[in-house]
């Protein structure tokens, strides 16, 4: 079973920068496309960005473009979110998320929850004015 850690959450003033640590158990991350989520208090969970699992691609939720970077280094089985002035707005719990795929579909990401297989715990992130 893939287990899933976030870590880099805190609390933060608005226009500061966070960077959003995803590190995966195992030696099969390279074959994992991955993906950030976050759920405010009574919102639902929504889609933030994604990656391939080779890195080339990458997609975001408007509200955070050209403000959050999401990466991933497979060398150390950790993925990244990189975000940059923070607003109200972005304050809630953050979760990575992870799907096996081939290597012939190794550049297809996913922004829908219910396509990925396994979560981390999540990490919060509290943005204050």
């Known amino acids: 079973q893939v287990q899933l850690v976030e870590s880099g959450g805190g609390l933060v003033q608005a226009g500061d920068s966070l960077r959003l640590s995803c590190a995966a158990s195992g030696s099969a991350f390279s074959s994992y496309t991955m993906g950030w989520f976050r759920q405010a208090p009574g919102n639902e969970r929504e889609f933030v960005a994604a990656?391939?699992?080779?890195?080339?691609?990458?997609a975001y939720t408007d509200s955070v473009k050209g403000r959050f970077t999401i990466s991933r280094d497979n060398a150390k089985n950790t993925m990244y979110l990189q975000m940059n002035s923070l607003q109200l707005e972005d304050t809630a719990v953050y979760y990575c998320a992870g799907k096996g795929v081939p290597a012939y579909r190794r550049s297809v990401f996913y922004i829908k929850g219910a396509d990925y297989g396994f979560w981390g715990q999540g990490t919060q992130v509290t943005v204050s004015s």
């Open positions: 990656i391939s699992r080779d890195g080339g691609n990458t």
